[in-house]
């Protein structure tokens, strides 16, 4: 165990294999508790932790010389620093800015705004690219483009070239709802039928009417909220 936990000039397997599950779990317990923001969404210093933390719990397998009580203390130290920024932000808009910076509006009202360009460091061909990916082929659309602290592009279209809506063309909507799992891998879920005010013969006359008899055959069954069944057979 000694091994496992100070430097030594040779790790045996075993003790390697100690080492890679104690990895292993710092980095599921440091994954699990980051903040839970998309990719686009991270701001430059939660890529340095990323880059700092895999770095540093990694070491400790290929240099069997590590300290790995040292390389958890400092993991630990690390972690904790990015979580207490990462809280302060939410606490703070004043620092919130100072963290994430702000956003720049590149495009006002048609007109690229070249100092902001500038001053993002953010080139045309790239403003550009990131309008296509936005379905945005022609800049002429654009009224306002913004870039998001988290690197990407955000656009509002002008008026002419917005979506059409069923609003605006008094179409009535029927909200449908997020559709609930009557049955998952064969298997009837009864506490959402009873939530529903159905039950399983209810269920099973409704599928007679697709042509199946036979529940187990179903991998996946969901109702919305108007009442439309899908259901997928394995």
Do not use: C
Request: charged share 20%; net charge neutral.
């Amino acid at each position: 165990m000694e091994g496992i936990w100070n430097s030594v000039e040779e790790l045996t397997t075993s003790g390697f294999a100690a080492r890679t599950i104690i990895v292993g779990v710092m980095l599921f317990i440091a994954g699990r508790f980051l903040p839970h923001r998309s990719g686009g969404q991270y701001a430059g210093f939660d890529f340095t932790f990323f880059w700092m933390m895999g770095g540093l719990i990694a070491a400790p397998l290929f240099d069997p010389k590590i300290n790995f009580t040292n390389t958890i203390i400092a993991a630990v130290t690390i972690f904790l620093t990015h979580y207490i920024i990462s809280y302060i932000s939410i606490r703070s808009r004043a620092f919130e800015r100072v963290v994430y910076g702000k956003a720049e509006t590149l495009i006002s009202k048609g007109q690229i705004q070249k100092g902001n360009m500038l001053k993002s460091l953010f080139p045309i061909e790239m403003l550009l690219a990131q309008l296509r990916e936005l379905d945005v082929s022609n800049i002429a659309e654009v009224d306002t483009a913004t870039l998001e602290t988290g690197g990407r592009v955000s656009v509002l279209k002008k008026g002419d070239y917005a979506p059409v809506t069923p609003k605006d063309m008094n179409i009535p909507v029927v909200e449908g709802g997020l559709p609930i799992v009557l049955i998952n891998d064969g298997k009837i879920i009864d506490k959402n039928l009873m939530h529903l005010g159905y039950d399983q013969k209810w269920l099973k006359d409704e599928l007679s009417k697709y042509g199946v008899n036979d529940i187990k055959s179903v991998y996946l069954a969901t109702i919305d909220g108007i009442g439309q069944i899908y259901y997928s057979t394995m």
